[in-house]
């Protein structure tokens, strides 16, 4: 099956400082890829949509200028969290799927991130 | 939006029962999977199920597109099956790939 690579898994930081996210697809090319955010003992949330050689799509209520996202091949995105602050704490995990009209999406195995 | 609902929200077993997960849904849809997402966070792809149903080992999942409802069958459960499971959907309307998930239900196995 597709395999889609996330690093790190965790990352600790101080308040005020950018952590840098990474996403590959190892198999396969992926035109889009998704970032979402997941909160302790809940659902995950969509974030943005990654468009490779374009702007990412955010949804609403996500800041764009706070989550920089990036896709500059077909096989790798990264999300980028400026200043962090302790409420950016959080499980990040981002997702891809194999061919522009594929449904199925296949998951990284995420990034724990903590701000102190 | 959509809205997807997952039932039971909790679910405690002894190793060796059986269980059925419920997830319903409040439109139709052109994607439907059930994944499991294990004590490390890694999401794991269970079933593509639009419609119909299908099996894999000691798991099966049916979904009936009409009624707007899917079903994750669990049989002989281990210890390993502990974990969420999601139910993540794609409206029919909405890009590929653009998911909306349940709440999940948490399966806890016991020996």
């Known amino acids: 099956g597709a395999v889609v690579s996330q690093h790190p898994s965790r990352v600790i930081c101080k308040s005020g400082t950018s952590v840098k996210i990474e996403c590959r697809s190892l198999?396969?090319?992926?035109?889009?890829m998704f970032w979402y955010r997941q909160f302790p003992k809940k659902s995950l949330m969509l974030m943005a949509t990654?468009?490779?050689?374009?702007?990412?799509?955010?949804e609403q209520g996500v800041e764009k200028d706070k989550f920089l996202i990036n896709h500059a091949s077909l096989t790798l995105s990264t999300l980028t969290v400026t200043s962090a602050h302790p409420e950016d704490s959080s499980f990040y995990i981002c997702?891809?799927?194999?061919?522009?009209?594929?449904?199925?999406?296949?998951f990284g195995s995420g990034t724990q991130l903590s701000v102190l | 939006g959509i809205q997807v609902e997952q039932s039971p929200p909790d679910l405690i077993l002894q190793e060796g029962a059986n269980s059925t997960l419920r997830c319903n849904f409040s439109?139709?849809?052109?994607?439907l999977q059930w994944f499991h997402q294990n004590p490390w966070g890694q999401l794991i792809n269970l079933f593509y199920?639009?419609?119909g149903t299908k099996q894999n080992g000691r798991l099966s999942a049916t979904t009936v597109a009409t009624e707007r409802y899917s079903l994750l069958y669990i049989s002989s459960s281990q210890t390993t099956d502990s974990g969420v499971y999601f139910c993540?959907?794609?409206?029919?309307?909405?890009?590929?790939?653009?998911?909306?998930f349940g709440q999940g239900t948490i399966l806890t196995v016991h020996p």
């Open positions: 198999d396969f090319q992926a035109t889009t």
């Open positions: 439109d139709s849809v052109n994607n």
């Open positions: 993540a959907v794609r409206a029919g309307g909405t890009s590929y790939g653009k998911l909306t």
């Open positions: 990654s468009n490779e050689g374009s702007k990412a799509t955010y």
């Open positions: 199920i639009p419609s």
């Open positions: 997702s891809a799927r194999p061919g522009q009209f594929n449904e199925k999406l296949f």
